[in-house]
């Protein structure tokens, strides 16, 4: 059962302390909700999702200045990287609100007592976070102060992989009960891999920002993808910065990252018919449901160590000042 509580002062600098942030100067509201841990792309369908057990989680509702209870308002539901929230992350979150939205803080890994899953994607899966972004979308769907047909999903990195998701119709299909729709989805270098072999994709605003040295999470796939959706009439849009590597808005100067895998020459399908990932060049597929036969499928092709990640300076404001054009048409 969905829970609800404004926050008093003291559970204020709690939630702020849990982002790792300077006390707000603005309300926020804890929401708690039931999610899963999902391990395969095949357990988030059917009879399949039915039998994987609850968890609970939780996200914070960062309400805009002046906020009017009389009114509605358009609302982001937003999703960290593998490394949880960091700051360059909150800048974001902060323009958001500062714009006049409602701004819902996804706590994935702090609702699992997890601080990262850098070298790691299996203590929280992609899967997991597509599934929870979804359920915070139902969670939401029916709040009288949110306008629900201007609901949008953004994340990064991990998290922009959980926006992207959610805009595959199949999975919306499987997982939108109850006519819930994201109206637009803005991402910051999310995870182009292991794309469907169908592509049906929503046709509202898909919004990339991506480093085009990128080799965390590389841009040829996401361009592809873009493209794509753009020749079937789909509202689809790619920023991509030259010379730039991952997290290239952060405030972290760019440095290789030791333990973290560069995907640059993996090459992953999702099957449309069994909704397992497959290698397409032996049309074999693998077990990603299994956490150790997914470690082993990440390692035919992922390289660790030799992932790149940090700011470029020319473009620290670069995403902040398309997505301030893009902003007014949101609200």
Same mark, same amino acid.
Request: proline share 5%.
């Given at each position: ?161 959980? !926006? ?12 939108? =009960?109850? %006519? *819930?729709?994201? /109206? &637009? ?103 990603? !449901? ?12 992922? =390289?660790? %160590? *030799?992932?790149? /990640? &940090? ?21």
């Amino acid at each position: 059962m969905r829970l609800l509580s404004i926050l008093s002062l003291s559970m204020l600098l709690v939630s702020c302390a849990q982002e790792s942030a300077p006390e707000a100067q603005y309300p926020t509201e804890r929401i708690d909700f039931a999610s899963k841990n999902i391990f395969g792309f095949e357990n988030m369908f059917g009879e399949a999702l039915d039998a994987q057990p609850n968890q609970d989680t939780f996200g914070i509702l960062h309400f805009p200045d002046e906020y009017d209870p009389t009114k509605q308002y358009a609302l982001v539901i937003a999703s960290h990287g593998s490394a949880n929230w960091r700051d360059h992350h909150r800048k974001y979150l902060e323009q958001m609100r500062k714009a006049g939205m409602m701004v819902f803080a996804m706590h994935a890994f702090d609702a699992r007592n997890v601080t990262s899953t850098v070298g790691n994607q299996t203590n929280v899966t992609s899967e997991t976070m597509i599934y929870e972004m979804a359920m915070a979308l139902r969670a939401l769907w029916d709040d009288p102060r949110i306008d629900n047909s201007k609901i949008y999903a953004a994340g990064w990195s991990l998290g922009g992989t959980a !926006a992207l998701f959610n805009a595959w119709i199949p999975i919306q299909e499987a997982l939108y =009960k109850h %006519g *819930e729709g994201f /109206a &637009g989805y803005l991402m910051w270098y999310p995870g182009c891999l292991a794309l469907p072999d169908l592509d049906a994709w929503d046709k509202d605003l898909m919004q990339i920002y991506i480093g085009e040295e990128d080799n965390w999470t590389p841009a040829k796939p996401c361009q592809d993808l873009i493209a794509k959706v753009q020749t079937e009439g789909g509202h689809a849009n790619i920023e991509v910065y030259p010379g730039a590597f991952h997290s290239f808005d952060s405030v972290e100067p760019l440095t290789l990252n030791p333990n973290a895998y560069s995907f640059a020459q993996c090459n992953f399908k999702l099957s449309t018919e069994t909704k397992k990932v497959y290698d397409p060049n032996s049309n074999t597929e693998l077990d990603f !449901a299994n956490p150790d036969t997914r470690t082993q499928a990440y390692l035919t092709c992922a =390289k660790k %160590g *030799e992932v790149m /990640a &940090g700011h470029s300076p020319e473009y620290k404001n670069a995403a902040h000042e398309h997505l301030a054009k893009l902003l007014p048409d949101l609200l």
